[in-house]
Nanobody, 126 residues
């Protein structure tokens, strides 16, 4: 399985940014997908997750609820994270992840994900 994130960059507070994660190697639509982030000097934390294809239930960390939106395009084997009203505290390396098991709802725990991308840096200046 290969997960490749893109779309990171340097933006100002209040700006928007969209991340993409292209997956290959497994039947993408059968797996829940998630986004995590690791800020400087911090532990990696959950950001958002989406269930496998049918229903596409989503869940978000409280810190990003109402500002970030996770979505998926199964035809493109891609999961997205749209971020708006960015804050300096959103600065982090953002990772996408694919669940190890098929089907099921959105997952919030790291140990429920078996495959990880290399990460993409998002920096929000004040």
């Amino acid at each position: 399985v290969q997960l490749v994130e893109s779309g990171g960059g340097l933006v100002q507070a209040g700006d928007s940014l969209s991340l993409s994660c292209a997956a290959s190697g497994r039947t993408f639509s059968w797996h829940a997908m998630g986004w995590f982030r690791q800020g400087p000097g911090k532990e990696r934390e959950f950001v958002a997750a989406i269930s496998w294809s049918i229903g596409s239930t989503t869940t978000y960390a409280d810190s990003v609820k109402g500002r970030f939106t996770i979505s998926r395009d199964n035809a493109k084997n891609t999961v997205y994270l749209q971020m708006k009203s960015l804050k300096p505290e959103d600065t982090a390396v953002y990772y996408c992840a694919m669940s190890g098991s098929s089907l099921g709802g959105p997952r919030t725990a790291e140990n429920e994900y078996a495959y990880w991308g290399q990460g993409t840096q998002v920096t929000v200046s004040s």
